[in-house]
């Protein structure tokens, strides 16, 4: 049983306003046009890239590029991560899905942490963002979604019914696995860039 956390993810859609202004330095880029006309075709697909940063940390955000080695985090830890998509030629959607298995276990019930016996799947909601041309015909070409104070120990890993000493159903989550991040951005011609992040914990 899967169950997805939408309280875990805060999805933000740039404009041409926050382009002009530039992102926060969570993104560690300093955008100073962020928008362009709409070009009569576009042979390139949207550029992917990932930033993660360690909330407790100081200094810049890591970056990757479209398709990372694995990393490993720490559990109980908050990171922010982004997908980031860059097109000359405008960005016209940017999607980001997660899903992966993980040993899940119960808050404390009277001071009993009880362990799931096999490893959970997991999914995150599904994230879309649609861009379309602005009423001068300007298309954003950068855009991100966010994934903001992630903490995979608050990931519901469902409400599991196990046979022996567990005290009825309960609700399990995730501490220990792999969650592989998928994202995709396409510009106004079809074109579409591909890129995945995988975690480990």
């Not at 939408?6 to 999805?11: D, G, I, K």
Request: negative net charge; proline residues 7%; hydrophobic residues 35%.
């Amino acid at each position: 049983m899967s169950v997805s956390v939408l309280s875990l993810w805060r999805r933000r859609r740039t404009a041409a306003n926050i382009c002009s202004a530039g992102t926060t330095a969570l993104l560690a880029a300093a955008l100073t046009a962020c928008s362009t006309t709409l070009p009569s075709s576009d042979p390139n697909a949207p550029v992917i890239s990932w930033t993660l940063r360690d909330e407790a940390a100081v200094g810049p955000a890591d970056t990757f590029g479209a398709s990372a080695d694995p990393i490993q985090l720490t559990a109980g830890k908050q990171y922010t991560i982004a997908l980031l998509a860059d097109n000359p030629g405008g960005v016209k959607q940017i999607v980001l899905d997660g899903s992966g298995t993980f040993i899940c276990s119960t808050p404390p019930i009277s001071g009993v942490v009880y362990t799931a016996p096999d490893k959970l799947p997991v999914s995150l909601p599904h994230q879309q963002s649609d861009l379309t041309p602005d009423s001068m015909n300007q298309v954003v070409t950068h855009t991100f979604l966010l994934l903001a104070d992630f903490d995979v120990t608050k990931l519901s890993c469902g409400i599991q019914c196990y046979s022996g000493p567990t005290p009825a159903c309960q609700e399990y989550f995730a501490y220990s696995g792999t969650l592989n991040l998928t994202g995709s951005a396409s510009n106004y011609y079809g074109k579409t860039g591909n890129g995945q992040l995988q975690i480990n914990y």
